[in-house]
């Protein structure tokens, strides 16, 4: 896991099975200040910091789903 800042969200040309219905967020670590995208499960806004779930622990909450990052 990590604290993240939300700096915006981005669209994708093609769906993913499993994917539909769920945003896409572009995050930065605030403590690295990588940024990286992640599934949106929370309705996160611009601005907001947020606990990103990684590697297992996002594929745990969107199973059968290819996820590397959930907000």
């Known amino acids: 896991m990590l604290v993240a800042r939300v700096l915006g969200r981005i ?13 896409m967020l572009v995050v930065r670590d605030l403590g690295s200040g990588a940024t990286q995208v992640a599934v949106d499960l929370v309705d996160a806004a611009s601005g907001n ?23």
Do not use: C, I, K, Y
């Open 49 to 71: 910091t947020v606990l990103v779930a990684t590697d297992e622990a996002a594929q745990v909450q969107l199973p059968g789903t290819p996820v590397d990052a959930v907000v």
């Open 11 to 23: 669209w994708s040309d093609r769906q993913v099975d499993g994917l539909n219905g769920h945003r």
